[in-house]
């Protein structure tokens, strides 16, 4: 059986909402779900993709044109 490695990276700056320790963030995807943990602590959040999606399709600033 092999395990599939999940590629975790750490958030510069961020700090835990739950225990404010500093650069313990790490965001990665599992099974297709944006997850934030904290390493220092049991903090844990998930935002599926609808939920993404939804706030990345907000207010446009400019559109590019060459």
């Not at 700056?13 to 934030?36: M, N, R, W, Y």
């Amino acid at each position: 059986m092999s395990r599939v490695r999940v590629k975790k990276r750490f958030v510069a700056g961020a700090k835990c909402p739950k225990c404010h320790a500093q650069d313990s963030i790490v965001l990665f995807k599992e099974q297709g779900v944006e997850t934030v943990e904290c390493v220092e602590c049991d903090y844990r959040e998930q935002q599926a993709e609808a939920e993404v999606a939804k706030q990345a399709t907000g207010a446009v600033i400019g559109v590019f044109k060459p």
